[in-house]
């Protein structure tokens, strides 16, 4: 199947400072890429729809200027927690979707952000 | 997209097929049924998915109920490998900003020795 990549893995950083994840299709351009959070033992749940060239797409009651999305390129969406807290710990995934009306997501490992 | 509803847990020994349930009985006629897992710390994977008919790949069958509201997936020979949250999603599959999917609880297999 299709490769989405995610980088990094996971990250832990000190609270107060932004974290930077990077989703990537290796093997597919996409121009529509979207964004999960997960805490523990919970399901995934939408952040946000990335979309190449224009402004992301927020979920209800996700603050977009705390979740900063670019999607500069057909194969790259960027997520930058800014000024992250401990509550922002979480698991944050990505995922894109091939081309074709039934085209399936598929889905980056995941980025494991500890907030200090 | 049509709610699903789907046990909790699960268990399956080893070698045995696994059979997990999903009820969805409020789906329409365009609406697919898409199933993925989530082996514990990483991303969702894709499964199968289908509309109608029984559907089968390398990894899954999917048998689909002919009045369409519920399904099943079947892991033939399920190993330890294997054990995840398994999650079934129905959905007209749309293209760019509409393709989202709603992720539910979903069941939790433990494949045993």
């Known amino acids: 199947g299709a490769v989405v990549s995610q980088h990094p893995s996971w990250v832990i950083c000190k609270s107060g400072t932004s974290v930077k994840i990077e989703c990537r299709s290796l093997?597919?351009?996409?121009?529509?890429m979207f964004w999960y959070r997960q805490f523990p033992k919970q399901s995934l749940m939408l952040m946000a729809t990335?979309?190449?060239?224009?402004?992301?797409?927020?979920e209800q009651g996700v603050e977009k200027d705390k979740f900063l999305i670019n999607h500069a390129s057909l194969t790259l969406s960027t997520l930058t927690v800014t000024s992250a807290h401990p509550e922002d710990s979480s698991f944050y995934i990505c995922?894109?979707?091939?081309?074709?009306?039934?085209?399936?997501?598929?889905f980056g490992e995941g980025s494991r952000l500890t907030v200090l | 997209d049509a709610k699903t509803t789907q046990p909790p847990s699960m268990d399956c020994a080893e070698g045995r097929a696994a059979n997990l349930p999903c009820n969805h009985s409020?789906?329409?006629?365009?609406?697919?049924v898409y199933w993925y897992r989530q082996i514990h710390s990483q991303g969702p994977q894709y499964i199968i998915h289908?509309?109608?008919n029984n559907e089968t790949n390398e990894m899954a069958s999917l048998i689909i109920t002919e009045d369409r509201k519920s399904s099943t997936l079947i892991l033939p020979h399920a190993t330890l490998r294997d054990t995840a949250v398994y999650y079934c999603?129905?959905?007209?599959?749309?293209?760019?900003?509409?393709?989202?999917?709603?992720f539910g609880t979903g069941t939790r297999l433990q494949v045993t020795l």
């Open positions: 995922s894109a979707k091939t081309g074709g009306n039934t085209g399936e997501l598929f």
């Open positions: 093997d597919f351009q996409a121009t529509t």
């Open positions: 990335s979309n190449e060239g224009s402004k992301a797409t927020y």
């Open positions: 409020t789906i329409s006629g365009n609406e697919y």
């Open positions: 289908g509309l109608k």
């Open positions: 999603i129905v959905r007209v599959p749309h293209t760019g900003t509409a393709s989202k999917l709603t």
